[in-house]
């Protein structure tokens, strides 16, 4: 009956508060990931659908296919 009561119960093991401790730590880097990401996306939200980005993209490219082309033969370099 001695050894009964001397005994401490599961959840005041150093195992379970470990446990506990690092399951309340990915608990709440989700939360905080989730809410950065939430915030991302309304932020990329009201950009106007992406039209300036489009409109970037089409004064860029050229003639060749869409890309553009860095000529480095007419170029001379002073050595």
């Keep these: 009956a001695l050894s009964a009561q001397s005994e401490a119960p599961f959840y005041e093991e150093w195992w379970f508060l470990l446990v506990m401790a690092?399951?309340?730590?990915?608990?709440?880097l989700l939360v905080v990931f989730a809410?950065?990401?939430?915030?991302?996306?309304?932020?990329?939200?009201?950009?106007?659908?992406?039209?300036?980005?489009s409109n970037v993209e089409e004064s860029v490219t050229l003639d060749n296919g869409g890309f553009t082309a860095l000529e480095l033969n007419s170029r001379h370099l002073n050595i």
């Design 22 to 28: 690092l399951s309340s730590l990915i608990l709440i």
């Design 35 to 53: 809410l950065v990401l939430h915030g991302q996306s309304k932020k990329y939200k009201n950009c106007n659908g992406g039209k300036t980005i």
